[in-house]
C-alpha cells in the first residue's frame, strides 16, 4: 500500500536536518499498487540524494521535499483501459536545475550540469526504473 509506504517507511527513514519531507494524500486513500519494493525505494532514494546534492545548497535554511500520492481515474489517460494509476507527484524547494539544463536533459544517460555535477546517471536510472513499472516520469 502505497501511503503507508510513504508515511511509514519514506519519511521516517529519509527525513533530514536541513529538510523535511511531506506526505501529501486524501484521508483514507488506499493506493494498493504491484512493483518491485526494493527498485521503488532506490527511485525515492535517488530523488531525495539529488535534491540534497544539488538543491540544498545553503546550509542555513530549512528545504521542503513533499510527496502527492492520488488515485487516477482511465479518463485522466489518452488510452481507454480498465487499469487504475497512481499518480506520485514529487516538489522539492531547493535549486532548480540550470537554465541550460532541462527535465529531458536529466532523464538522459550520462547528462550532468551546474556546480554540483554528479554521475549523470540519477535521472536516467529513475526515468528507467518507472518505465519498467508501466508509468511516466515527466
Known amino acids: ?5 510513504f508515511k511509514n517507511e519514506v519519511k521516517p527513514l529519509y527525513s533530514g536536518k536541513n529538510y523535511s519531507i511531506e506526505i501529501i494524500a486524501k484521508p483514507n486513500l488506499k493506493l494498493n499498487v504491484w ?3 526494493d527498485a521503488f525505494k532506490d527511485v525515492i532514494e535517488n530523488l531525495i540524494e539529488n535534491a540534497k546534492s544539488h538543491g540544498f545548497v545553503d546550509d542555513d535554511r530549512m528545504y521542503r521535499i513533499v510527496f502527492e500520492l492520488a488515485k487516477l481515474k482511465d479518463d485522466d489517460f489518452e488510452e481507454n483501459t480498465s487499469t487504475k494509476f497512481a499518480q506520485i507527484v514529487y516538489k522539492n524547494d531547493g535549486k532548480p536545475f540550470p537554465k541550460n539544463f532541462s527535465f ?3 532523464k538522459q ?3 550532468k550540469a551546474g556546480r554540483t555535477q554528479g554521475t549523470g546517471i540519477g535521472g536516467y536510472i529513475i526515468n528507467k526504473m518507472i518505465e519498467l513499472h508501466d508509468g511516466r516520469f515527466n
Open 104 to 106: 529531458e536533459d536529466y
Open 109 to 111: 544517460f550520462s547528462n
Open 35 to 37: 512493483l518491485d519494493k
Open 1 to 5: 500500500e502505497l501511503v503507508g509506504f
